[in-house]
């Protein structure tokens, strides 16, 4: 099947700071990837829709300019933490899908806000 | 996308087929079903997808009633490395995010 990385696999940061999260389809273009963030124990929540050429799309409740995401080419999104607090700390997975019927999952990035 | 409903929890004996039921009484005509499983830590990996027919391939048989309200997923030789978090999802074609819901977490013993 299609693979997806994301990079860092995991970070710790400070209370305050930025961090960047990429997401690279590494065999295969996406016009468009998706952000989930995932917290202890629960399932997979969309954040947000990312567009290869055009803003991204939001979940309701989900801050567009805390999570800043950037969809530079057809192969890379990258998704900003930015002003990082605790309550940031989770497990964040990208998604994308190549012209078949299967979505592909990156392996997530562990963020850990001290 | 339509609602899918799972048990929560399963056991199955390691060697054995582990049989995880999926409900969606509302799917639509042209939603697939979709099966990912997601083990601690990881993000979730692709298991197989149907239409209306059934399906098979390396990993997974998957079952879909004449009705397509529900469908089972078969793993016909579970081994420990298949236990993880099963995720029964319907979603129409095209490029759309995909819906979790709690799935069923399958604990393989040994």
């Known amino acids: 099947g299609a693979v997806v990385s994301q990079h860092p696999s995991r970070v710790i940061c400070k209370s305050g700071t930025s961090v960047k999260i990429e997401c690279r389809s590494l065999d295969f273009q996406a016009t468009t990837m998706f952000w989930y963030r995932q917290f202890p124990k629960k399932s997979l929540m969309l954040m947000a829709t990312?567009?290869?050429?055009?803003?991204?799309?939001?979940e309701q409740g989900v801050e567009k300019d805390k999570f800043l995401i950037n969809h530079a080419s057809l192969t890379l999104s990258t998704l900003t933490v930015t002003s990082a607090h605790p309550e940031d700390s989770s497990f964040y997975i990208c998604?994308?899908?190549?012209?078949?019927?299967?979505?592909?999952f990156g392996p997530g990035t562990r963020l850990l806000v001290l | 996308d339509a609602k899918t409903t799972q048990p929560p929890s399963m056991d199955c004996a390691e060697g054995r087929a582990a049989n995880l039921p999926c409900n969606h009484s509302?799917?639509?005509?042209?939603?697939?079903v979709y099966w990912y499983r997601q083990i601690h830590s990881q993000g979730p990996q692709y298991i197989i997808h149907?239409?209306?027919n059934n399906e098979t391939n390396e990993m997974a048989s998957l079952i879909i009633t004449e009705d397509r309200k529900s469908s089972t997923l078969i793993l016909p030789h579970a081994t420990l490395r298949d236990t993880a978090v099963y995720y029964c999802i319907v979603s129409g074609a095209g490029r759309r995010a995909l819906t979790f819901g709690s799935g069923t977490r399958l604990q393989v013993q040994p």
């Open positions: 998604s994308a899908k190549p012209l078949s019927e299967t979505q592909y």
């Open positions: 990312s567009n290869e050429g055009s803003k991204a799309t939001y």
């Open positions: 149907g239409l209306k």
């Open positions: 509302t799917i639509s005509g042209n939603e697939y």
